[in-house]
């Protein structure tokens, strides 16, 4: 099956970690994804890993996958104003022919002064 | 090397009116998926394009459509428009259907229905 979930919301105060979590279904999942939507706009790619590996770092940017447990999460250091937005975790899923993204509903980050 | 661009931004529709939305892929993109977002969820994949012929459809019924241009360029129809296809509707292009590296996706045409 195809489902992708994450927790609905997340406050951080600004200069501290943000972790974003996130669990998919789907095992047979090659490449798995972290977006971001600011206010108004469309998908913002941040960071992919692909599912053989465990960790990627990427700047302020950590991604962890756990395949086992099925679990993957975004940590963000040093969290400033700019990071608030809505962060979607997505997995690619081979239907047929077609590639598509299946995405989750989305963690909504707010940061506090 | 241009993003992708989709049009109209907004658009207000009356229930059981037709729309077209159209997208510019970015260029050397030959793929491009079409997605619908509801307010507060994450978006649901609709359907794909490659080389001008659907390559792969969600679960959306048949009155919603699309189309491929030689230029890559696409279009979404939806039919009989009712209240629930309000939505913010996303397009992204991509090298090839089997893309690594996720999609470039546009900003969206957010769509009302009344």
């Known amino acids: 099956g195809e489902d992708v979930e994450q927790s609905l919301f997340l406050s951080v105060r600004e200069g501290d970690s943000s972790v974003i979590n996130c669990t998919y279904t789907?095992?047979?999942?090659?490449?798995l994804y972290w977006y971001k939507q600011e206010p108004g706009a469309g998908l913002q790619l941040l960071t992919y890993i692909f599912s053989n590996m465990d960790m990627k770092q990427d700047q302020r940017l950590t991604v962890l996958l756990n395949k086992k447990d099925k679990h993957l999460s975004l940590r963000i250091a040093d969290t400033q104003t700019g990071d608030s937005a809505i962060y979607f975790c997505a997995e690619k899923n081979r239907d047929s022919s077609a590639s598509k993204i299946i995405f989750g509903s989305g963690t909504r980050l707010s940061i506090r002064p | 090397e241009t993003g992708v661009t989709q049009s109209p931004t907004h658009l207000i529709k009356t229930r059981g009116q037709q729309v077209t939305l159209r997208c510019s892929s970015q260029?050397?993109?030959?793929?491009v998926s079409w997605y619908q977002q509801a307010l507060g969820q994450g978006p649901q994949f609709i359907f794909q394009?490659?080389?001008?012929?659907?390559?792969g459809r969600g679960n959306f019924p048949p009155r919603f459509s699309g189309l491929q241009f030689p230029n890559y360029s696409s279009e979404l129809n939806v039919n009989a428009l009712e209240l629930d296809d309000s939505a913010l509707y996303l397009c992204a292009s991509s090298w090839e259907t089997g893309t690594n590296y996720g999609y470039t996706f546009g900003s969206g045409t957010r769509l009302t229905v009344v």
């Open positions: 394009y490659y080389r001008e012929e659907e390559n």
């Open positions: 789907d095992s047979s999942s090659t490449y």
């Open positions: 260029s050397g993109h030959n793929t």
